[in-house]
């Protein structure tokens, strides 16, 4: 997963992560979805020409996510 962040976050760092999937209009994710895991930083990255107010991308693996929040991302992404 790649993230913006306004600060630097040293790779192998260990972060509770909670994000929500954008809506897509059908029944199914009508409502705001909420995904709660854990995640290791493996790239962080400043991207000083994007204009963005969090100049920093990092990318996370998902080390720790519950069988519940495991099928409603592949649900979500096999759309």
């Not at 040293?10 to 199914?28: A, H």
């Not at 930083?41 to 020409?49: G, I, K, L, M, T």
């Not at 991308?57 to 409603?72: K, Q």
Request: glycine share 6%; aromatic share 12%.
């Amino acid at each position: 997963m790649m993230c913006r962040t306004s600060k630097r976050i040293d790779e192998m760092t260990l972060l509770d992560i909670k994000f929500q999937l954008p809506q897509r209009g059908d029944r199914e994710f009508a409502a705001e979805i909420w995904v709660e895991c854990r995640g290791v930083v493996v790239s962080c990255e400043r991207r000083e020409a994007c204009g963005f107010a969090h100049p920093y991308e990092i990318e996370i693996f998902f080390d720790h996510i519950s069988a519940r929040n495991r099928l409603l991302l592949a649900y979500y992404v096999q759309g």
